[in-house]
Protein backbone atom coordinates (compact mmCIF):
# COMPACT_ATOMS: atom_id res chain seq x y z
CA UNK A 1 0.00 0.00 0.00
CA UNK A 2 1.05 3.39 -0.79
CA UNK A 3 1.23 6.06 2.26
CA UNK A 4 -1.67 7.72 1.07
CA UNK A 5 -3.97 4.79 1.56
CA UNK A 6 -2.42 3.99 4.57
CA UNK A 7 -3.84 7.50 5.97
CA UNK A 8 -6.89 6.84 5.06
CA UNK A 9 -7.44 3.16 6.33
CA UNK A 10 -5.60 4.82 9.95
CA UNK A 11 -8.03 7.59 9.31
CA UNK A 12 -11.40 5.11 8.64
CA UNK A 13 -10.16 2.85 11.60
CA UNK A 14 -9.62 5.63 14.86
CA UNK A 15 -12.47 8.32 13.54
CA UNK A 16 -15.82 8.67 13.12
CA UNK A 17 -17.15 8.66 9.94
CA UNK A 18 -18.75 11.95 10.35
CA UNK A 19 -15.92 13.68 11.87
CA UNK A 20 -13.64 14.30 9.09
CA UNK A 21 -13.95 14.16 5.24
CA UNK A 22 -11.31 12.58 3.02
CA UNK A 23 -11.56 14.50 -0.15
CA UNK A 24 -8.25 13.77 -1.73
CA UNK A 25 -7.07 16.15 -4.87
CA UNK A 26 -8.78 19.35 -4.22
CA UNK A 27 -8.95 22.12 -7.63
CA UNK A 28 -7.15 24.98 -6.83
CA UNK A 29 -10.35 26.98 -7.36
CA UNK A 30 -12.36 25.27 -4.21
CA UNK A 31 -9.31 25.52 -2.02
CA UNK A 32 -11.57 29.38 -0.47
CA UNK A 33 -14.33 26.79 0.06
CA UNK A 34 -12.59 23.95 1.72
CA UNK A 35 -10.46 26.25 3.90
CA UNK A 36 -13.60 28.80 5.00
CA UNK A 37 -14.85 25.35 6.44
CA UNK A 38 -11.76 24.44 8.58
CA UNK A 39 -11.71 25.22 12.38
CA UNK A 40 -7.92 24.35 12.47
CA UNK A 41 -5.60 22.92 9.86
CA UNK A 42 -2.36 20.27 11.05
CA UNK A 43 0.71 19.98 9.15
CA UNK A 44 2.41 17.22 11.31
CA UNK A 45 5.57 17.42 9.02
CA UNK A 46 8.75 15.56 9.70
CA UNK A 47 11.54 17.24 7.26
CA UNK A 48 11.10 21.08 7.22
CA UNK A 49 10.54 22.54 3.78
CA UNK A 50 11.46 25.77 2.74
CA UNK A 51 8.14 26.60 2.02
CA UNK A 52 4.34 24.57 2.27
CA UNK A 53 1.76 25.47 0.20
CA UNK A 54 -1.38 23.95 2.46
CA UNK A 55 0.20 26.11 5.46
CA UNK A 56 0.38 29.21 3.04
CA UNK A 57 -3.01 29.21 2.62
CA UNK A 58 -3.72 28.95 6.28
CA UNK A 59 -1.88 31.75 6.42
CA UNK A 60 -3.34 33.49 3.41
CA UNK A 61 -7.37 32.82 4.72
CA UNK A 62 -6.60 33.35 8.45
CA UNK A 63 -7.50 29.75 9.43
CA UNK A 64 -5.60 28.47 12.35
CA UNK A 65 -3.16 26.09 12.55
CA UNK A 66 -0.55 24.12 14.62
CA UNK A 67 2.63 22.78 12.85
CA UNK A 68 5.28 20.23 13.92
CA UNK A 69 8.86 21.57 15.34
CA UNK A 70 10.58 21.18 12.29
CA UNK A 71 9.28 24.86 11.64
CA UNK A 72 10.96 25.74 14.45
CA UNK A 73 13.25 27.74 12.63
CA UNK A 74 10.90 29.86 10.53
CA UNK A 75 8.73 31.22 13.41
CA UNK A 76 9.34 33.69 16.20
CA UNK A 77 5.78 32.43 17.85
CA UNK A 78 6.31 28.99 18.69
CA UNK A 79 3.42 28.53 20.40
CA UNK A 80 1.44 26.62 17.63
CA UNK A 81 4.23 24.48 17.25
CA UNK A 82 4.32 21.09 19.12
CA UNK A 83 7.16 18.47 19.41
CA UNK A 84 6.40 15.15 17.50
CA UNK A 85 5.03 12.80 20.66
CA UNK A 86 1.70 12.54 21.65
CA UNK A 87 1.82 14.79 24.73
CA UNK A 88 3.28 17.69 22.87
CA UNK A 89 1.18 17.39 20.11
CA UNK A 90 -2.29 16.82 22.17
CA UNK A 91 -1.42 20.15 24.96
CA UNK A 92 -0.64 21.89 21.32
CA UNK A 93 -4.23 20.98 19.97
CA UNK A 94 -5.91 21.57 22.75
CA UNK A 95 -4.67 25.40 23.27
CA UNK A 96 -5.45 25.72 19.63
CA UNK A 97 -9.45 24.37 20.08
CA UNK A 98 -9.63 26.31 23.03
CA UNK A 99 -8.43 29.58 22.11
CA UNK A 100 -8.31 30.27 18.42
CA UNK A 101 -7.59 33.96 18.63
CA UNK A 102 -4.26 33.48 20.54
CA UNK A 103 -2.90 31.38 16.76
CA UNK A 104 -5.10 33.94 14.52
CA UNK A 105 -3.38 36.93 16.05
CA UNK A 106 0.17 35.01 15.39
CA UNK A 107 -0.68 34.41 12.22
CA UNK A 108 -1.83 38.38 11.00
CA UNK A 109 1.61 39.12 12.32
CA UNK A 110 2.88 36.65 10.01
CA UNK A 111 1.24 37.56 7.09
CA UNK A 112 2.21 41.70 7.93
CA UNK A 113 5.66 40.01 8.57
CA UNK A 114 5.61 38.37 4.98
CA UNK A 115 3.47 41.28 2.67
CA UNK A 116 5.18 42.48 -0.18
CA UNK A 117 5.84 45.91 1.70
CA UNK A 118 7.86 44.24 4.24
CA UNK A 119 9.73 41.82 2.32
CA UNK A 120 10.77 45.14 -0.26
CA UNK A 121 11.64 47.14 2.91
CA UNK A 122 13.98 44.31 4.46
CA UNK A 123 15.73 43.86 0.74
CA UNK A 124 16.28 48.03 0.82
CA UNK A 125 17.78 47.69 4.21
CA UNK A 126 19.88 45.03 3.48
CA UNK A 127 20.95 46.88 -0.01
CA UNK A 128 22.05 50.03 2.03
CA UNK A 129 24.22 47.97 4.54
CA UNK A 130 26.11 46.39 1.66
CA UNK A 131 26.42 50.17 0.27
CA UNK A 132 27.34 51.38 3.60
CA UNK A 133 30.17 48.58 3.81
CA UNK A 134 31.64 48.89 0.58
CA UNK A 135 31.63 53.43 1.12
CA UNK A 136 33.93 53.05 4.12
Not at 27 to 53: H, Q, R, W
Not at 122 to 127: F, L
Request: proline residues 4%; negative net charge.
Amino acid sequence: KNSYERLQKKAQDLLPEASYKWAGFINEGDLKMYFSMCDLTIYPYTVAMSSSGPMAMSIAYEVPFIASDVFNDFFSNKNNLFERNINSFTEVLHMALHNPNQIIENIKQMRKDRSWPAVAAQHVESYNRVIERNEV
